[in-house]
């Protein structure tokens, strides 16, 4: 089943005020470096919200290991309570959303289908327009 309009406009205003959260009022040392929330679902009647986070490494090629994923989620459950009081003032909901954190994967897993496809060999080839 879809996802509804109410429930996509809401996850896009929690990511909105979580990303602002992040850049001005949390002051956590594990989330040092780049840290950036990529999406939010909310499920259809409102009560869960999943937060997903990435973290990129020092260095674009460098991945993120377990132990710094771990502590940027510890640091996002701990600021729970402020993230939810922030979106229900903002958003003026009578019942905020639970909220869920992910490290999302996504980056990872397209560096390592790039990795993969490198790895055959396959020469990229130009498109040309066609007049």
Not at 85 to 96: A, M, P, Y
């Amino acid at each position: 089943m879809g996802k509804g309009y109410r429930s996509g406009r809401l996850g896009e205003e929690i990511r909105r005020i979580v990303s602002d959260l992040l850049l001005r009022e949390i002051k956590d040392p594990r989330l040092s470096g780049i840290v950036s929330i990529s999406a939010v679902d909310v499920t259809e009647d409102g009560s869960y919200a999943t937060v997903y986070i990435t973290k990129l490494g020092s260095k674009a090629s460098e991945e993120v290991s377990e132990e710094e994923k771990n502590e940027v989620l510890a640091a996002f459950k701990s600021a729970k309570g402020l993230i939810r009081r922030e979106i229900g003032k903002q958003v003026k909901l009578r019942h905020v959303p639970d909220l869920l954190f992910k490290i999302d994967s996504s980056l990872e897993y397209g560096r390592h289908i790039a990795k993969l496809i490198d790895e055959l060999g396959i020469e990229k080839t130009e498109e040309k327009d066609d007049e």
